[in-house]
């Protein structure tokens, strides 16, 4: 694919057909929804408050009913019922791992369904968010990839997840207190590390990035965003320039011939075009350090002179390496590399000065750990002899 060429599939970024009634106000950036109420002949002097107002109801204090909007006259109210809706996409069921772990399984409109994990530690709460249904990219030690595109989810069903989280957390503010006078949050991060790719549905996350950045609503640092892609070298200036978050790296190879199996769109844009944008990156949006996420596949990417083929790769960069280890799903064709192993590897790693944390797994036992999420219409349409078949003995890297 050129540089020039299209990079978003913005043609699958909605629905095919539009619900009838009322339009939803989540996912509307201020801009647009500012000029949504002149639309509906909110006069354009008082335009901008009613836009602060509306936008504080919603994202801050997670307010869905307008009649329960209090600082608007009744009039107003009632045109705003008649007109819109405030609506986030559906939990049709969560899963609560024996450590704490929650996964929800979310219906979007048309319904198709996507999922949505809940990871609480001491020190933060992150909620690791989908941005399409299924995934164009086939990677093949990944579960979510063995389930096909469907479509990109909206800039409302993506923000809505975050607040059908808070919702289930009870973690907005009554209405009247600040964001930061009711202690710690529960939900203090998020990682665009669920379903799909989110460099292919860029707008969509942009849109829902800014809106959770907002200091007005849900109020989430940049620095407490994570975006993960697997490497959509076009995008990745366009990241830095209209979200400024933090960026991780599916990466988990250290030559084109490996990165190419394991990571398909290798073979659109090569490990040193993605480096190239990457020793950019911090410079454009000021991140500390951008995170390079490997996972440890047994006897394909975890020996020694991986480890510092890596190092050298990415010398220069600053940088800090997530080993994680392989979180197996029905017909995987590949194994979890010995802990011994991973650890040699971190240590080679850590003594060439990066930092190597070995994450630890999160919610195996509900298949919500990295690379499982699939939704479960999906999941149990295939048998473990179709998984097995699709992503097993064509990869080349198992034995024939």
Not at 80 to 108: C, Q, W
Not at 150 to 176: C, F, K, S
Not at 372 to 385: F, G, Y
Request: proline content about 5%.
């Amino acid at each position: 694919m050129s540089a020039s060429a299209p990079i978003t599939q913005d043609v699958m970024t909605i629905p095919r057909k539009l619900p009838e009634g009322p339009l939803n106000l989540v996912g509307l950036t201020r801009e647009q929804l500012r000029e949504t109420l002149i639309g509906v002949g909110t006069p354009e002097k008082q335009a901008k408050m009613r836009t602060n107002q509306i936008w504080q109801w919603i994202y801050h204090w997670g307010v869905r009913d307008f009649s329960e909007m209090t600082n608007l006259a009744k009039e107003y109210r009632a045109l705003l019922a008649d007109n819109f809706v405030v609506a986030v996409p559906e939990m049709v069921s969560k899963h609560v791992s024996a450590d704490g772990t929650r996964k929800y399984l979310v219906r979007i409109a048309g319904g198709h369904e996507v999922e949505t994990v809940y990871i609480p530690e001491t020190d933060r709460g992150t909620l690791c968010i989908s941005s399409q249904v299924g995934c164009t990219l086939t990677c093949s030690f990944c579960h979510t990839g063995t389930q096909k595109l469907v479509r990109n989810l909206t800039a409302a069903e993506i923000v809505g997840q975050i607040m059908l989280a808070r919702d289930d957390l009870g973690e907005w503010p009554e209405p009247g207190v600040g964001s930061g006078e009711a202690g710690p949050r529960l939900l203090s991060n998020i990682v665009l590390m669920g379903m799909g790719e989110p460099l292919y549905n860029f707008e969509a996350v942009r849109n829902a990035m800014n809106i959770a950045m907002d200091g007005e609503g849900i109020s989430l640092s940049r620095r407490r965003i994570t975006l993960s892609t697997s490497g959509v070298v076009p995008e990745i200036a366009r990241t830095a320039e209209e979200i400024g978050c933090m960026l991780a790296i599916s990466f988990h190879a250290t030559t084109d011939d490996v990165r190419d199996k394991l990571v398909p769109i290798n073979k659109k844009w090569n490990i040193e075009e993605l480096l190239t944008a990457l020793r950019a990156y911090p410079k454009l949006s000021n991140s500390e350090r951008i995170t390079f996420e490997y996972v440890m596949l047994k006897d394909v990417n975890d020996s020694d002179e991986d480890a510092r083929r890596l190092v050298k790769l990415i010398k220069g960069i600053p940088a800090k390496i997530n080993l994680i280890p392989f979180n197996e799903w029905p017909g995987s064709p590949y194994e979890r590399s010995d802990w011994s192993r991973i650890e040699a590897f971190a240590d080679i790693v850590h003594k060439a000065g990066y930092a190597s944390p070995i994450r630890t797994p999160r919610g195996e036992d509900i298949m919500a750990a990295c690379g499982q999420l699939k939704s479960a219409t999906e999941r149990a349409r295939k048998s473990r002899k179709e998984i097995a078949a699709e992503v097993g003995l064509s990869t080349g890297l198992l034995p024939q």
